[in-house]
């Protein structure tokens, strides 16, 4: 199996090309992260999104009356979301969040849905919190919102390829997506470092199926940093000159543990 510390941006951009055109399908749905951060933002302020992808946080925040501005490396994923981040008024920036410097503060940044998980290696994790922590202004909060680790991470034989849904697109077709999460090696280690890694092959596959019966099917492959413990994101806010304010396990505001999110609030340490 390839090492998934050879991914490479190019790589991750031929990936989300094949999922773009079914993100919205695959996340409109999902309402609730952005109800949670429209409760934490107040018109009127400076919003900074890393990772904005088609906008589905970003825009919201927008058209709450936020100044929003949307980074995103990927040219595929902004140009899903662009109608609809011109729309709300969202200034994009097309760039790679770990080496951001748009020489602007703002009162609250965010690292929506498991984006924070696209980042693999340690060295990337601690350039982005230190973007963050650039970008932050003096009362400003970051918040940071990923997969609360699961049994599954670490198992390296976990059930392959599950039904995740069923929808209709907006072109008629019924579309099934299946996803399945398969633990990397990394070729260099033993098992234990292996495990250790946290590193997962995720894959998604939508089967569109038109009206005739034709089916198109589209598989995407791509690595994410599983098993990311509330312990090792306090190290690494702590090395970023941050400071938690607070952590939670859901988009209600779960306390941590008691649901399938982890989500930390933080502010500069100093
Ligand atoms: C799971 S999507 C989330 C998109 C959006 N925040 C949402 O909640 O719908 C992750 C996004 O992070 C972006 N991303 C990953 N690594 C990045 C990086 N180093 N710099 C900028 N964007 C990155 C991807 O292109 C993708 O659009």
Redesign the pocket.
Known sequence: MDDPLNWSADD?EQA?RAIAPW?DLD?GPLTD?VEMLQGLAVAGQRVL??????G??AAPLAQMGCEVTA????EA?LAVGEPRLKQAGVNVVS????CLHLGAEFDLLVI????FQ??LRRQ?QLA?LGAARRHLDAGGRLLIDWTAPRPDDIDPSPPFMQLEWLRRSDSGEMVTKSAGQELAQNRTCGDALDRALSVAWITYQYDAVDEVGRLRRTLARFPLRVNLTVGEMAGLLAQSGLRPIDWFGSWDLAPAGDGDRLIVLAKAAS
């Open positions: 991750q989300l993100y996340f992260d999104e890393l990772g904005a992808g088609s589905r946080i980074v995103d490396s990927s994923m760039a790679d969040m770990r929506g849905l498991s984006t696209h980042l990337d982005t």
